[in-house]
């Protein structure tokens, strides 16, 4: 197996869903990840039946997984990025603001709208 990947990552909606998909791609990437950071908001937007997200329960459960919450001082900064980029996506938001606190690469499904909220992101498209 090849290096770890140097810097964390942070994952949308979208890499989540790619995870449940089996998206070898993603999951390649994921095995070779230290640190894995998911804002609550996205595991609110894509968590319907555990039941069936067996991909997504295991995915959650590990140990290399952070999930960050969305508190009030999160709410509040992630409200700031929303009207400085002119958005109304708490969620893609509340992605871009991780990414920059913990200096990681996104992966995403949807590059063109995590750009315009922070044209300096750098992300992995799935």
Same mark, same amino acid.
Request: aromatic residues 2%; charged residues 20%.
């Given at each position: ?14 890499? #989540? ?19 894995? *950071? ?21 995915? #959650? ?6 999930? /960050? ?10 409200? *700031? ?5 002119? /958005? ?36 992995? /498209?799935?």
């Amino acid at each position: 197996m090849g290096a770890k990947c140097p810097r964390p990552v942070v994952l949308d909606a979208g890499a #989540l869903i790619a995870v449940e998909r089996s998206n070898r791609r993603i999951v390649a990437l994921l095995e070779l990840a230290d640190e894995i *950071h998911v804002p609550a908001a996205v595991v609110a937007q894509v968590w319907r039946n555990p039941a069936r997200q067996v991909r997504l329960v295991r995915l #959650l459960a590990t140990e290399a997984i952070r999930i /960050t919450a969305l508190d009030e001082i999160e709410a509040r900064a992630v409200g *700031h990025l929303c009207a400085a980029s002119a /958005t109304a996506n708490i969620v893609d938001a509340s992605v871009a603001l991780l990414a920059r606190r913990v200096a990681g690469v996104v992966v995403t499904s949807d590059p063109d709208d995590l750009s315009a909220i922070d044209p300096g992101l750098e992300l992995f /498209t799935c």
